[in-house]
C-alpha cells in the first residue's frame, strides 16, 4: 500500500484528535488548502477491513471503532435513565418529519407534549432547535442533530427503517396493528356489502 502523503496524514491527525465528528470546513480549517474530500476517501479505504474506521454521519466525519470489534470495548454499566414513551415517540416523530414544531408533534402524537420531554432529547444532544415556521406566532421548529445519527449508527436520515421494517421488527405498537386489522376488517365488509349490492340488482 502506497503511504499517505503529508495532507492526507494531516486529516487523519485532525480525525483522530477530534472530540467530536467534523464537518469538511472544520477539517480545512486545521489543514489549509487541498482536497479534504479525496483525503477523507483514500482513508475510508486505507482503514477498510482494520479495527478502527472512518465512517461518515450526515455531512461530519470520525473515527470509530469498527462494528464488530464494538463489543469488545463495552463496559457494564448502569443507564443513568431511559426514555419514556413519550420522548420515544416524540424523537421518532421529529426524526421523520423535521423540522417540525409543538403543535405539530402534537396533532401527529395526537396527545400534548410537556416541555421537559423536548428539555430531555435537546439535553440528550439528540434534537436541537431548527428556526421558526414562517406562520402567525412564529412557533419554535425542532430538528435531530449529528450527535442523533452518530448515537444510532446512521449516516443519513435515509437510512431511517421504513414502517415495514419496523413492523417486521415487532416495533410497532400493537394497539396501531390493531387498528390496521380493524380497518382492513371494515374495507373488506364495505366490499362484501358492494358484492351483494350488485350481485342483488342483477337477479332482479
Do not use: C, N
Request: hydrophobic fraction near 40%.
Amino acid at each position: 500500500m502506497t503511504p499517505p502523503d503529508d495532507f492526507t496524514r494531516a486529516v487523519e491527525a485532525v480525525l483522530f484528535a477530534a472530540e467530536t465528528p467534523l464537518t469538511l470546513d472544520a477539517i480545512r480549517a486545521h489543514v489549509g488548502t487541498g482536497d479534504v474530500r479525496a483525503a477523507l476517501d483514500q482513508l475510508t479505504t486505507d482503514y477498510a477491513g482494520r479495527g478502527i474506521a472512518i465512517v461518515r454521519r450526515g455531512e461530519r466525519w470520525q473515527f470509530q471503532t469498527a462494528p464488530d470489534m464494538a463489543h469488545m470495548l463495552r463496559r457494564d454499566r448502569e443507564e443513568p435513565r431511559k426514555l419514556s414513551r413519550a420522548g420515544i415517540e416524540t424523537l421518532a416523530i421529529i426524526a421523520y418529519h423535521e423540522p417540525v414544531t409543538r403543535a405539530e408533534i402534537e396533532a401527529i402524537r395526537g396527545v400534548q407534549i410537556s416541555k421537559g420531554t423536548l428539555d430531555v432529547l435537546m439535553e440528550a444532544g439528540w434534537v436541537k432547535p431548527a428556526g421558526r415556521r414562517e406562520v402567525p406566532g412564529r412557533p419554535l421548529m425542532f430538528a435531530t442533530t449529528p450527535t442523533f445519527l452518530v448515537h444510532f449508527g446512521l449516516q443519513s436520515r435515509r437510512d431511517l427503517p421504513g414502517i415495514d421494517d419496523l413492523r417486521a421488527a415487532g416495533l410497532l405498537d400493537p394497539v396501531d396493528l390493531a387498528f390496521d386489522r380493524l380497518e382492513d376488517g371494515e374495507e373488506r365488509e364495505e366490499d362484501g356489502a358492494e358484492d351483494g349490492e350488485i350481485a342483488g340488482k342483477a337477479a332482479g
